[in-house]
C-alpha cells in the first residue's frame, strides 16, 4: 500500500464525507453522515455498502460472513431467509426446529428426513401418496 489520498469533507446541506483513496490497489472508501443516513462504502474490483437509518440497516456485498461466540436474533415480527441457490443449516451437536404453532416443510421435489431413529408423532398422524413404501425387518402398525 502506497500513500493515501484522504479528504474530510463538511457541509451544511451535504453533512460531513470522509474519503480515503488507496489508489495503488484501486480501493476508495467513503463513509458519508447527512443527517438522515450513514453509509459506508468500500469500492474496488466489487463494492459493498453498509446503509444505517434510524429504521433500518442495509448491508449490500458479495460475501457477508458473521463469526462470534453466541449469535443471537430476535424479530418481533416475521423472519425470512431466502436463497437464490442452495442453502444448508448444520450443527456439530444438537439442534431444534421448533414452533408453538403449524410447521410446514414443502419442497417441489424430493423431501427426505434420515437418522439412525427416528419417530414421526402425533395426536393425529396422517401418510398420503399415490404410492406408499414401508420397508423394514419388522414392521408393526397398531
Given at each position: 500500500?502506497?500513500?493515501?489520498?484522504?479528504r474530510i469533507e463538511l457541509s451544511k446541506t451535504e453533512g460531513i464525507t470522509i474519503t480515503?483513496?488507496?489508489?495503488?490497489?484501486?480501493?476508495?472508501?467513503?463513509?458519508?453522515?447527512?443527517?438522515?443516513?450513514?453509509?459506508?462504502?468500500?469500492?474496488?474490483?466489487?463494492?459493498?455498502?453498509?446503509?444505517?437509518?434510524?429504521?433500518?440497516?442495509?448491508?449490500?456485498?458479495?460475501?457477508?460472513?458473521?463469526?462470534?461466540?453466541?449469535?443471537?436474533?430476535?424479530?418481533?415480527?416475521?423472519?425470512?431467509?431466502?436463497?437464490?441457490?442452495?442453502?444448508?443449516?448444520?450443527?456439530?451437536?444438537?439442534?431444534?426446529?421448533?414452533?408453538?404453532?403449524?410447521?410446514?416443510?414443502?419442497?417441489?421435489?424430493?423431501?427426505?428426513?434420515?437418522?439412525?431413529?427416528?419417530?414421526?408423532?402425533?395426536?393425529?398422524?396422517?401418510?398420503?401418496?399415490?404410492?406408499?413404501?414401508?420397508?423394514?425387518?419388522?414392521?408393526?402398525?397398531?
Amino acid at each position: 500500500m502506497g500513500t493515501l489520498v484522504c479528504r474530510i469533507e463538511l457541509s451544511k446541506t451535504e453533512g460531513i464525507t470522509i474519503t480515503v483513496e488507496n489508489n495503488d490497489d484501486g480501493i476508495i472508501q467513503t463513509a458519508v453522515l447527512n443527517g438522515e443516513s450513514i453509509t459506508l462504502k468500500s469500492a474496488g474490483s466489487e463494492t459493498s455498502t453498509i446503509v444505517q437509518k434510524p429504521d433500518s440497516i442495509t448491508i449490500d456485498c458479495k460475501k457477508f460472513k458473521l463469526n462470534a461466540g453466541t449469535i443471537e436474533c430476535i424479530s418481533q415480527q416475521d423472519t425470512k431467509h431466502t436463497s437464490g441457490a442452495k442453502y444448508e443449516v448444520s450443527s456439530t451437536t444438537d439442534m431444534n426446529l421448533k414452533t408453538s404453532t403449524n410447521l410446514q416443510a414443502t419442497a417441489s421435489i424430493n423431501a427426505g428426513f434420515k437418522g439412525t431413529m427416528t419417530t414421526v408423532e402425533g395426536q393425529t398422524t396422517t401418510i398420503k401418496g399415490t404410492l406408499v413404501q414401508v420397508q423394514g425387518n419388522l414392521i408393526k402398525l397398531g
